[in-house]
């Protein structure tokens, strides 16, 4: 039963260039969240994609955007990078309704923007 | 705004000894988890509690859900160098079409051989 997956593992751009992070949720599940982690802090959510979607947002601006395909896997992109975006971003895959809350999460892509 | 802390922040303790991390917020959740994280990897999910009061056991770890699903603590007895990592709690609210889980700011616990 292959987990949450993640591509790549680590990326390093440019300020003012734009990212793409990819994730393949785990089997059966068909809601992904992506989250943003700073070293030593805990995960601040970003969005959520149910359906093709996005369901819910946390405090990000646009620069943050999503998009979830008919497999369910989803990808996450950053426009324009700041310093501040440098980051853990964590993909996390659940069954959509009652126990959404329930999150596997996958190893996560490493951002550095130099 | 709903916000979780923990405390302690960092805990550095010997093999064999016990410890307690709490996870406090003003808000009331609807569930709240736990999550041990290891460096290089995403967090993994040990245990979620939905009652108020309800305690759950994991060998060595019990987790309780504060009377009224505010707080939550962490307790690992007899502490092992394999529970070395950041422990992470997150509270999940949802409200008809807001659904949020909000993550704690961590405990980091080293167990020294």
């Known amino acids: 039963d292959a987990g949450v997956t993640q591509s790549p593992t680590h990326l390093i751009k440019t300020r003012g260039q734009q990212v793409t992070l990819r994730c393949s949720p785990k089997?059966?599940?068909?809601?992904v969240s992506w989250y943003q982690q700073a070293l030593g802090q805990g995960p601040q959510f970003i969005f959520q994609?149910?359906?093709?979607?996005?369901?819910q947002r946390g405090n990000f601006p646009d620069r943050f955007s999503g998009h979830q395909f008919p497999n369910y896997s989803s990808e996450l992109n950053v426009n324009a990078l700041l310093l501040g975006d440098s980051a853990l971003y964590l993909c996390?895959?659940?069954?959509?309704?009652?126990?959404?809350?329930?999150?596997?999460f996958g190893p996560g892509t490493r951002l550095t923007v130099t | 705004t709903q916000l979780l802390e923990q405390s302690p922040q960092f805990l550095s303790i010997q093999e064999g000894e016990n410890l307690t991390v709490y996870c406090n917020s003003s808000?009331?959740?609807?569930?709240l988890q736990w999550y041990r994280q290891e460096p290089g990897e995403g967090p993994v999910l040990l245990v979620t509690?939905?009652?108020?009061?309800e305690v759950k056991k994991l060998k060595r770890l019990t987790f309780q859900f504060g009377d009224a699903r505010k707080d939550s603590s962490l307790h690992i007895t007899a502490a092992q160098p394999g529970d070395t990592g950041l422990y992470l709690c997150?509270?999940?609210?949802?409200?008809?079409?807001?659904?949020?889980?909000?993550f704690g700011t961590g405990t980091l616990l080293a167990v020294q051989p």
């Open positions: 996390a895959s659940s069954l959509g309704g009652g126990r959404w809350y329930e999150q596997y």
């Open positions: 089997s059966g599940h068909d809601t």
């Open positions: 994609y149910y359906e093709e979607e996005e369901r």
């Open positions: 808000s009331v959740f609807s569930s």
């Open positions: 509690v939905v009652t108020g009061g």
């Open positions: 997150a509270g999940a609210y949802y409200g008809g079409a807001t659904n949020k889980l909000i």
